[in-house]
């Protein structure tokens, strides 16, 4: 009897050794796999050269990210976000994100960049890790010419969820309609659905008057200044590579150069 007790402590003992074993084991792994999607330093510039793309989260604004004619998307911004993707030898992938949900396409990792003509808000830098600003800005009015004088009290806007413009028509307690985007908004305007809109100052002079798809549009009041920053993961060591970037290219010419070809030059804040 004493025998087959002491065979089954020794097959227990064996067991547990094991099942111990396994689980040290199965840590390892997931410390391999957090590991790796951080970077092996917990750098987020290690995370994204290991993986090979920069990940740009964006909507459609001209003159900071839009499609040319091939289909390639072109502007300030991603004329720029490109730059940094070379310095850090990846690819730049462009995202169309809903703006609304920026926050959580970062956290997630959906993305890697917020940059799209951000406005750096008390709510964007509490919760991302922001550049210095490059751009200032301001958020205006938008209505058909023959509303050029209209009560604005009075109107109905299109505004673009979770932007500055839905900010700024919040605060002066406006009727609003949020849409997807400012080009949306812009369109609620032209079709009649809305009666004004509150986009970028920076759009505005890209999108609406003569010569562009928008001539019966004009904007008017200015409704607020603002400074543009991108927008990376709390805590990631990413924004202070892309302020290096900015310097570096504002001091040789190449972030000037890359602002008058978009008509932004003015706009441009010394870094």
């Known amino acids: 009897m004493k025998k087959k007790i002491v065979a089954f402590m020794l097959c227990l003992t064996m067991v547990l050794s094991m099942t111990a074993c396994g689980g040290s084991d199965s840590e390892e792994k997931k410390d391999a796999k957090d590991n790796t999607e951080a970077g092996e330093s917990g750098s987020d510039v290690d995370y994204i050269k290991d993986k090979g793309t920069l990940v740009i989260g964006i909507t459609e604004f001209e003159p900071m990210d839009y499609k040319d004619d091939s289909g390639e ?6 004329d720029m976000a490109k730059l940094v993707a070379e310095e850090l030898g990846v690819e730049a992938e462009f995202v ?12 997630s990792k959906n993305i890697d960049v917020v940059w799209n003509g951000m406005t750096l808000t008390s709510e964007v830098t509490s919760a991302m890790e922001c550049t ?15 509303k ?7 109107l109905t806007f299109a505004v673009e969820a979770g932007s500055a413009g839905e900010a700024a028509a919040s ?11 400012q080009a949306d908004a812009l369109m609620e305007v032209a ?24 001539e019966d549009l004009i904007h008017t009041e200015e409704l607020t200044t603002e400074e543009y920053g991108v927008g990376c993961r709390k805590g990631s060591d990413l924004a202070e590579f892309i302020n290096g970037i900015f310097e ?24």
Do not use: H
């Not at 659905?193 to 609406?208: E, Y």
């Open 148 to 154: 050029k004088d209209a009560d604005l009290a009075g």
């Open 171 to 181: 605060d002066k307690e406006y009727n609003m309609n949020a849409v997807a985007s």
């Open 73 to 78: 998307w072109v502007g300030f911004d991603a």
């Open 132 to 146: 210095n600003a490059y751009c200032n800005n301001a958020q205006v009015v938008v209505v058909p010419g023959d």
């Open 191 to 214: 079709s009649g659905t809305s009666d004004a809109a509150i986009i970028d100052l920076l759009m505005a002079g890209a999108m609406i008057g003569e010569g562009t798809s928008y």
């Open 248 to 271: 570096t290219t504002y001091g040789d010419g190449r972030m000037m150069e890359i602002a008058e070809t978009y008509g932004v030059q003015e706009a441009i804040v010394e870094q």
């Open 96 to 107: 169309v994100i809903d703006w609304d949900t920026k926050i959580m396409e970062l956290d």
